[in-house]
């Protein structure tokens, strides 16, 4: 045993040197991603919290206070119109309980007059524009703007359409892939393969496991941009549905495992980008920087651009 011990102990140490060597000096072994645009400002939902979500008052809006990121869903209309909406059945949003995929475009309900903000409990937008916005009017507007387009549904149209969108205006660079689901994000990946992507939930956890056991900087990653909550705002400005996520004590361990800062110093020497959301209040966006996030996505536009300018003059 003693024997057994003082050849392991060596290797041990050796490993975990040279792991904690290349996870400071990433550049050795991986050459930085290169992304067409860098943003610090990420308007979720275009800024659900100022006007009525995913609605094109809602992006221009947060286009004219400066941010640098939609954040959008889509879903795809019975005669197969790509549409910007967070769900895909429209009662919470329209007060008709119906989904997208059941009607022609021009059968689409209004929003309601307002709307409860998710991730900021009791608290209601409005605006004048409620109508569902498409995505092709969002690339038309906004050309110059980064799109974080979502996709909730294996929907092999769904993908192919959005695709010829972003080919059709030349957005390849500045539109980026983003689901939770493996399969869809592979299904997104093979459709076109020339635009940006997210981790999804599974890549993240088992990034996050090889960060743990030394082997993240061995290990190349695909993905440019990793995505998730600050988990301080759960609870507090947005409450789970799933209950082992309203348990304080999951809460803090979700926190200590996934804010490592030197985890987010590589992924950032990498070039790879990282959003926390949805940080609505001032004290959130604070943390989600001092985190190490180099972007934050949030709700009130206006809040954000007004943070970054006034630490921008701090500087």
């Known amino acids: ?18 792991s904690l060597y290349f996870l400071k000096n990433p550049q050795i072994l991986h050459k930085k991603k290169q992304t067409a645009f860098y943003c610090t400002h990420i308007s979720h939902r275009g800024g659900s919290g100022e006007r009525i979500e995913n609605t094109m ?24 119109h790509v549409v910007v909406s967070h769900d895909e059945n429209l009662l919470r949003q329209t007060g008709h309980d119906v989904n997208i995929s059941s009607l022609n475009l021009e059968e689409l309900p209004p929003y309601k007059e307002t709307l409860e903000v998710t991730f900021k409990a009791g608290h209601f937008s409005t605006g004048s524009d409620r109508n569902i916005a ?18 909730k549904e294996n929907n092999s149209v769904l993908i192919e359409k959005i695709s010829e969108l972003v080919k059709k205006y030349n957005r390849e660079a500045t539109s980026v892939w983003a689901s939770t689901e493996s399969t869809i994000m592979e299904n997104c990946r093979k459709t076109n393969s020339s635009m940006p992507y997210m981790f999804t939930v599974k890549r993240a956890l088992k990034m996050l496991l090889l960060y743990y056991t030394g082997l993240l900087p061995f290990v190349p990653l695909g993905e440019s941009f990793l995505q998730f909550y600050l988990p301080q705002i759960i609870n507090r400005g947005y409450i789970p549905e799933t209950w082992i996520l309203r348990s304080r004590l999951v809460i803090f361990l979700i926190e200590r495992l996934t804010l490592r800062k030197g985890m987010f110093k590589h992924l950032r020497d990498r070039g790879i980008q990282i959003h926390l959301f949805v940080c609505n209040e001032e004290q959130d966006i604070k943390a989600a920087f001092a985190a190490g996030a180099t972007g934050v996505m949030t709700d009130y536009p206006t809040l954000l651009s007004n943070y970054i300018r006034r630490h921008k003059q701090d500087t």
């Open 1 to 18: 045993m003693a024997s057994y011990m003082y050849y392991l102990l060596p290797a041990v140490g050796g490993y975990a040197l040279t």
């Open 134 to 151: 498409l995505l092709e009017d969002v690339f038309h507007k906004f050309p110059h703007i980064a799109v974080n387009i979502e996709v």
């Open 57 to 80: 008052g809602a992006f221009t809006h947060a286009a004219e206070v400066g941010t640098e990121m939609l954040e959008l869903d889509c879903h795809l209309t019975k005669d197969r």
